[in-house]
């Protein structure tokens, strides 16, 4: 799975629950039993279970400008936030880079547990990786655009 060209909807928790759902538009999938790679042009959900911490970095986007927010000598602005410390046994750490919702941006989040992980998309919303390739704005998410 890749969240390279991905929406995440993920909203900060105060403290992080021990089960999460985050919402995915966009998730890629490749190395199918088809041998076909695949984008979702829809919502996937991955509920994590057993967290025990998270990280999340995001370099803000501009609202007016394709670019991100500049703060001084030309350095993104970032925003991170973490939680919790990461446990050194029977833990996995999972990574998820794409652009957040809000605040709009560029993110890398960050989660680690200990339980089961699932992914769940409607098989109507695959697309073959090559008419995305060829036709993203028909298939990308359009929410966070004014």
């Keep these: ?5 991905s929406t995440l909807f993920f909203h900060c928790f105060r ?3 021990e089960s999460i759902e985050i919402e995915v538009w966009g998730l890629s999938l490749s190395g ?3 041998n076909e790679d695949y984008y979702v042009s ?3 959900t991955i509920s994590f279970e057993g967290v025990t911490s998270g990280l999340l970095d995001v370099s803000v986007y501009h609202p007016e400008k394709n670019d991100f927010i500049k ?7 970032k925003l991170t936030k973490s939680w919790g410390e990461p446990l050194a046994y029977e833990e996995y750490q999972y990574h998820l880079g794409g652009v957040l919702d809000w605040p709009s941006g560029y993110c890398q989040l ?7 992980v699932r992914v769940s998309f409607e098989t109507t919303d695959f697309v073959i990786s ?3 390739v060829k036709n993203p704005e028909k298939y990308t998410y359009k929410g966070n655009r004014g």
């Design 1 to 5: 799975m890749d969240f390279t060209e």
């Design 15 to 17: 403290e992080l629950p």
């Design 32 to 34: 199918t039993q088809k």
């Design 42 to 44: 829809g919502i996937s």
């Design 71 to 77: 703060i001084r000598n030309g350095i993104n602005l």
């Design 110 to 116: 960050g989660i680690n547990a200990t339980g089961t």
């Design 130 to 132: 090559s008419a995305y």
